[in-house]
C-alpha cells in the first residue's frame, strides 16, 4: 500500500466519523424542535453533510497528496454551513432561554 492510497483511505474513513458527529447535532436539533415548538431547521444539517463528503470523494479522485481548489471550496463551505447552524441552533437553545439569562442586578 503506498502513501497515495493510504491517504485516500483516510481522507475516506475520517468523513464517517464526522458524518456520526453531525447526525447527532441533527437529532439534537431534532428533538429540541420536537420539545420546545421553536423552528430549527435540523433538516439543513445535511447540507454539510453532503459537502463534506463530496469534497472527501474529490480529494481521494485527485491524484496527489496537493489541496485541489474545488475539494477545499467544498469543505470551505460546508464549515460555514456548519458553523451558521450550529451558531443559530446555540442561540435557539441557549441565548433566547429567559431561564439561562440571569437577571441584572443594579448596584
Not at 41 to 61: K, N
Not at 77 to 85: F, N, P, S
Amino acid at each position: 500500500m503506498n502513501t497515495l492510497s493510504l491517504n485516500q483511505f483516510l481522507v475516506l474513513y475520517t468523513w464517517f466519523p464526522l458524518a456520526a458527529l453531525l447526525l447527532f447535532v441533527l437529532l439534537i436539533a431534532r428533538f429540541y424542535q420536537k420539545f420546545s415548538g421553536k423552528r430549527t431547521r435540523f433538516r439543513l444539517f445535511t447540507v454539510p453533510l453532503v459537502l463534506f463528503g463530496a469534497g472527501a470523494v474529490r480529494y481521494t479522485s485527485v491524484n496527489g497528496n496537493i489541496g485541489d481548489p474545488l475539494a477545499d471550496l467544498l469543505f470551505g463551505a460546508a464549515g460555514i454551513v456548519l458553523l451558521a447552524l450550529c451558531w443559530r441552533l446555540h442561540r435557539l437553545m441557549l441565548a433566547q432561554n429567559p431561564a439561562h439569562n440571569p437577571p441584572q442586578t443594579s448596584s
